[in-house]
């Protein structure tokens, strides 16, 4: 898989094909040119007051705002402000990521006692929003494939202080059966359109897919932990892409081989439901009650999200 | 001549161990005796040992399915044998040392980095010789030794 850089000028014909999903189109490609906002999460597992780190990181300069309706969520000013390398992120008491990015383990859930798989859990953001959000009680499996990633993850997981995670390095479509695993998070690796915009240096990043084929890996994958997980458990399956074909597609791929249903999800974010009809094809009606999250009206990354139970 | 035994490493075995009841106890005594944070902390956690390290692991409903997975790491490294003490992990005690009630070490700003540049401080102050928890403005930064006069630096 090849990296390329996508010059500004050439986004408006790239996205073009999605003109008729995204709301507000022009306004979309306007946001592009806007740096993304700076944000993180506060880790209350170590840092028990968060007046320590607010007032620690605007002693240093930097202004902090609460996001609202999203607890623990701080957006910071200004936004190219180095969080990585205030003493608040080396002794773990912060995470830094995007808003957009959260919306997973918020429908996942993460509950006390409960067995959770990460199949793609590198660097760790979300593996350690589900420590916290079940108080370091949920017995969590992180999985990554590559051990350099893995090793980012181990480290994440080390700054922050999370005692209920294991790692294990297999490739998710193959991971091993036996373990009873309640929910299962599939934050799939996808082409990252969600995260096109206009860098510091004026120009957008992406990557190319080239020969890879993402939408018959993420079929794997999800179809994998839905295997996995019992009867009645919950396979979360996200995505920061706009493109149809590694969202909606991979789920209605999975709905027709499998007894799954969608549940709908209430999120802080502005978001529209997942498509039924894309370029020709129709998909399962079920996909009305998945996610879609675009930067333009989230501030953030975009995103897709869809919540499955396991029927039988 | 007497072959050198050689320690193997099995890919296949990196499962840690759970300690025995009585290793346990050892190692929560240890953190209730030295810091004062009582057992019942670590009542919903497992203490597994690796060689000559005890890490800290959320007790699951049941432990044998997980067992069958090859893990990379399990949990959180907690305490380290060294010699014949127990020494708590500085990452251990950013975690749990804001419970303890002794052997804590206030240490201003400056006097701080001096110890992270320089490892060693001349120290006087009415403690314990042993490990004591650094601390600066409300921050626990982790580890260090206070003996004979000084401080020294477990910090990472």
Known sequence: ?312 | MKKKRRKKIHKEAKWPRVISFEEREEVLSFWEERFGIPPETFENYLLLSTAKNYWLFVKPPELRPLQNLQVQTVGLLFTRRVSKWLKPTSTALQRFGHLATKNIVELGPLELDRLRREKRLEFEADLEEGYVIIKCEKKIWGCGLYAKGKLISYLP
């Not at chain 1, 660097?123 to 589900?130: A, D, L, M, V, Y």
């Not at chain 1, 009873?180 to 990252?192: E, H, Q, R, W």
Request: with cysteine; charged share 25%; net charge neutral.
């Open chain 1, 1 to 312: 898989m090849g990296t390329k850089m996508l010059e500004l000028s050439e986004a408006p014909a790239y996205f073009e094909r999605y003109r008729k999903i995204i709301p507000r189109f022009e306004e979309f490609l306007e946001h592009l040119k806007r740096p993304l906002p700076l944000y993180f999460r506060l880790n209350e597992l170590k840092c028990p007051q968060e007046e320590i780190v607010l007032k620690g990181l605007e002693r240093q300069g930097a202004k902090v705002f609460p996001v609202p309706n999203l607890p623990r969520f701080f957006r910071v000013e200004p936004r190219d402000f180095p969080l990585g390398n205030t003493e608040e992120y080396y002794l773990g008491y912060i995470y830094p990521m995007t808003l957009s990015s959260a919306l997973p383990v918020m429908a996942l859930e993460p509950q006390p006692g409960e067995y959770i798989l990460d199949m793609c859990a590198a660097p760790g953001s979300k593996t350690t929003q589900i420590a916290q959000a079940a108080n370091d009680q949920a017995v969590i499996v992180a999985n990554d494939r590559r051990l350099d990633r893995l090793t980012a993850l181990v480290a994440n997981l080390k700054r922050l202080g999370v005692a209920s995670a294991l790692t294990t390095l297999y490739r998710g479509e193959v991971f091993p059966f036996g373990v009873p695993f309640d929910k299962i998070l599939v934050d799939a690796p996808c082409s990252g359109e969600g995260r096109y915009r206009q860098g510091y240096e004026g120009e957008l990043l992406y990557q190319k897919e080239g020969h890879t084929n993402l939408p018959a890996i993420q079929k794997g994958l999800l179809v994998r932990a839905f295997d996995l997980v019992k009867v009645g458990g919950i396979v979360v399956y996200s995505t920061c892409t706009i493109n149809p074909e590694e969202n909606e597609m991979v789920v209605d791929y999975l709905l027709r081989k499998r007894q799954a249903q969608i549940i709908s999800c209430q999120y802080p974010l502005p978001h529209h439901p997942g498509i039924t009809e894309w370029e020709g094809r129709v998909f399962h009606p079920e996909l009305i009650k998945a996610a879609r999250f675009y930067p333009h009206e989230t501030e953030s990354v975009g995103f897709f999200v869809a919540k499955i139970k396991r029927l039988f």
